[in-house]
């Protein structure tokens, strides 16, 4: 009797488990920094969920420069993606702005024809720049809204994160790219955009110290994330 009880509550914790959701990511060294995409992963094994990535993630590249790669099109039209991540530069002008909408809409076709998600990654100015923070956040989030896909505020987070005093530095010594703590709250944000019912509460200082040593800098991050409402639509 114990033999089959055993054999089918194993059964129940198969059949309740999610499918894993593929997520292709497409960008620049932004994203392929510390590598973010393994992160990622590694937080959703943490809530028992499964995460496939992909990347297409070359230096300097823009939306545009890898639509005319073409890459994006084969490998979309190949293999099915839940959710499909894109990020360039900080787009905080005009140009990139238009950009980021123009190609983030062909993208945007090729992910409803396919039956993905489209996530814009919202970065962050280098400190150089800092100053046109507002007009990449502003930018990203209109580009969003055009092409009606989600938006991870990263950027938006890490400028709310570095008014705090005291707090590890989430940029890299080039003043751009992201540090690894800056990597881990990027992934933090980007996995509450895929997983908005999740509470980022239950996962532990100590599952994450690879990435963010100091506590107080974790659970300001949480503190921001929590506070900061994702909209996701189904």
Known sequence: MIRYLVLFLFSLSIYSQSEPNHVLFIGNSLTYSNNLPDILKDIATNFNETVITTSLCYPNYGLEDHWND???????????????????????????????????????????????????????????????????????????????????????????????????????????????????????????????NFNLNDLSFENSNSWVTNKESYNTMIELINTKTIKHEN
């Open 70 to 196: 073409g890459k994006i099109q084969k490998i979309m039209n190949k293999e099915h993606f839940n959710y499909v991540i894109i990020q360039q530069g900080p787009s905080s002008q005009m140009e990139g702005k238009n950009t980021l909408i123009e190609f983030g809409s062909k993208i945007k076709a090729l992910c409803s024809k396919n039956g993905s998600q489209l996530i814009y990654f919202m970065v962050w100015p280098s400190k150089h720049y800092y100053t046109t923070f507002n007009g990449v956040i502003e930018n990203h989030k209109l580009a969003a809204k055009t092409n009606n896909a989600l938006l991870s505020p990263v950027g938006e987070i890490w400028q709310a994160y570095n008014n705090i005093n005291g707090l590890k530095s989430l940029y890299g010594l080039d003043g751009f790219h992201p540090s690894k703590t800056g990597s881990f709250l990027s992934a933090l944000i980007l996995f509450k955009t895929m997983y908005p």
